[in-house]
């Protein structure tokens, strides 16, 4: 489910107070960064989550910082090294493109 978000109230109250939870869980994870105890609370929060990137262009040490975060917060990962030649090539738009992936 991915939405943009441009005020709260097309959120209901029970959907920001679940995010409101998780929020606090994470900040109190990342307060002692280095407690095993809290890496594992993050990584349960966002397992089985997925990353999606897309780099327009080549840019090797910035998508390997992505996926690497990703894999230590327990993340899964997947994407595309240089959108530009595929989506791009074919005429599709970069606002289409992006809205493809945030359906995934």
Same mark, same amino acid.
């Given at each position: 489910?991915?939405?943009?978000?441009?005020?709260?109230?097309?959120?209901?109250?029970?959907?920001?107070e679940?995010?409101?939870?998780?929020?606090?869980?994470?900040?109190?994870?990342?307060?002692?960064?280095? /407690?095993?105890? &809290?890496?594992?609370?993050?990584? *349960?929060l966002?397992? =089985?989550?997925?990353? %999606?990137?897309? #780099?327009?262009?080549?840019?090797?040490r910035?998508?390997? /910082?992505?996926? &690497?975060?990703?894999?230590?917060? *327990?993340?899964?990962? =997947?994407?595309?090294? %240089?959108?530009? #030649?595929?989506?791009?090539?074919?005429?599709?738009?970069?606002?289409?493109?992006?809205?493809?992936?945030?359906?995934?």
């Amino acid at each position: 489910m991915s939405k943009h978000i441009v005020r709260a109230q097309q959120f209901s109250r029970e959907r920001l107070e679940r995010n409101f939870k998780v929020a606090d869980r994470l900040r109190a994870a990342f307060e002692h960064p280095v /407690s095993s105890w &809290n890496r594992e609370v993050v990584r *349960g929060l966002l397992k =089985g989550k997925l990353l %999606n990137y897309m #780099f327009w262009q080549e840019s090797t040490r910035t998508r390997m /910082s992505f996926c &690497n975060g990703a894999a230590h917060l *327990g993340m899964e990962r =997947g994407g595309s090294d %240089n959108a530009k #030649f595929s989506s791009a090539a074919k005429g599709e738009s970069l606002i289409h493109t992006v809205r493809v992936i945030c359906g995934y």
